[in-house]
């Protein structure tokens, strides 16, 4: 029996640095599949050691003429995002291979756990709010975690986003999908 798929999508800000920790929490349970921003592979991410771990490669652009499909998701954790991955997000804006993943797949109502990494200033942003509730009421799962200062950096909560997409039993195994 295989595992459900879970899409790891990856922005560039300070957590991404430690991702790993996200995988091999989610490991057990899910066969996991990231994405990343430019962003989080130019300044943060180690593809090298995250295709050793899940087995898969990074995916951060289109699917070119030799690369597998990625495999359907049953569940999405978006973290860290960022002020501008949400915001672009929850505007419709579909300017990089990850927003145009995260279009689709919110159009699509697949369950979608986003967990933003922001600091005070930025969470204080009217537009933030706005696009917390737009992507709220699109069935995205938003968890808002306390703003760290500008420029210092925080602890950030993987095991909450992951807790917060638990894997769906197939209804073949008598039990109700979320």
């Known amino acids: 029996m295989s595992k459900p798929v879970l899409y790891l999508v990856v922005c560039g800000a300070g957590p991404a640095k430690s991702v790993a920790a996200?995988?091999?929490?989610?490991?057990?349970?899910?066969?996991?599949?990231?994405?990343?921003?430019?962003?989080?592979?130019?300044?943060?991410?180690?593809?090298?050691?995250?295709?050793?771990?899940?087995?898969?490669?990074?995916?951060t652009t289109h699917q070119g003429p030799r690369q597998q499909a990625l495999p359907q998701a049953d569940a999405v954790v978006v973290a860290p995002a960022t002020y501008n991955t949400i915001n672009k997000w929850a505007a419709g804006i579909a300017d990089t291979y990850v927003l145009i993943q995260l279009a689709e797949l919110t159009g699509l109502g697949v369950p979608i756990v986003a967990m933003p990494y922001v600091n005070s200033a930025l969470a204080g942003n009217r537009v933030f709010h706005r696009s917390v509730a737009e992507l709220r009421e699109s069935g995205v799962t938003v968890l808002l975690n306390e703003p760290h200062a500008p420029r210092t950096p925080a602890d950030y909560p993987w095991a909450a986003a992951l807790g917060a997409c638990l894997p769906r039993k197939s209804s073949t195994e008598g039990t109700t999908p979320r």
């Open 22 to 59: 996200m995988v091999d929490l989610a490991l057990p349970e899910w066969d996991v599949w990231c994405l990343a921003t430019p962003s989080a592979v130019e300044h943060f991410l180690d593809l090298d050691d995250l295709e050793r771990r899940t087995g898969h490669p990074v995916r």
